[in-house]
């Protein structure tokens, strides 16, 4: 496929997107969230394809939206309908992706462009990437997940100061909060995300995808409602081929071979 905004390649059954509008610092655009939405839908619907990693080009991981993509006289309608229910759409349909994220933040990573990251599974960062919710210094909130998502990662004390005080952090103070998982020097970035990728393709892809339902499931109810989603998840592998293959694996201690099925 062709684009514009953002470069796509499949690898050994990982595949990379890079946000690739350097010079607005990866601000997406109605351009690039199309984009975005065709390459998920081609991991979806491939199985060879079994990772995802997000990156971005240049000094940083996005920005967030480009401003120019709305029109401030038309702003609460936009907002309300075409620019956020599109970017909360692909929001969600990375989140509910039956297969595992990686935000590869290699550098600035602000506003809707941490709404992306935090959209992700796992997100390993530069350590020279900065972080943070600046929306309030332009009057408004994060408005894509940023108020919604974030306390689940780092607590309602620390979502509360990342977005009322509007200041980046240093990816070291990030990781802290658990809002990043691992911090790595700049030009060890893209090698950790394709281990840790690899890594991720080695486990039961099934499992992989019924894990990341069950647990975000589970943030919405109470415990025992918890426990029961996670039977309902556990029941519905136990009689799959790779839960069969796996246990065989494990018996004559060798790496399993899983197919999916």
């Not at 909130?141 to 974030?150: D, K, N, Q, Y």
Request: charge should be negative; charged fraction near 25%; glycine fraction near 10%.
């Amino acid at each position: 496929m062709a684009f514009e905004t953002i470069r796509y390649e499949v690898n050994d059954g990982i595949a990379t997107v890079t946000m690739n509008r350097p010079e607005k610092l990866n601000a997406f655009n109605g351009a690039m969230v199309d984009e975005l939405f065709q390459v998920v839908e081609e991991v979806y619907e491939r199985d060879e394809i079994r990772v995802l990693i997000l990156t971005g080009a240049g000094r940083a991981f996005s920005s967030g939206a480009d401003y120019e993509w709305f029109n401030f006289e038309e702003w609460g309608p936009v907002i309300r309908t075409r620019a956020r229910r599109l970017t909360h759409r692909l929001f969600d349909d990375l989140e509910y992706l039956e297969k595992p994220v990686i935000a590869a933040i290699n550098g600035t990573c602000a506003g809707g462009g941490l709404e992306l990251a935090l959209s992700c599974d796992l997100r390993i960062a530069a350590g020279s990437a900065r972080l943070g919710f600046p929306e309030v210094n332009a009057g408004i909130i994060p408005g894509s997940g940023g108020c919604s998502r974030l306390f689940h990662v780092v607590g309602i004390g620390r979502a509360k100061e990342l977005i009322l005080m509007g200041e980046l952090i240093s990816a070291e103070r990030a990781e802290t909060f658990g809002l990043v998982n691992l911090v790595v020097p700049p030009d060890a970035l893209m090698p950790k995300a394709r281990e840790m990728a690899e890594t991720l393709i080695r486990k039961g892809p099934l499992a992989i995808g019924l894990a990341k339902h069950v647990i975000n499931a589970a943030l919405g109810v109470d415990p025992a409602t918890g426990r029961v989603l996670e039977r309902l998840g556990s029941s519905l592998l136990i009689g799959s081929d790779d839960a069969r293959e796996g246990a065989q694996a494990f018996r004559e201690k060798r790496p399993p071979r899983f197919q999916g099925r």
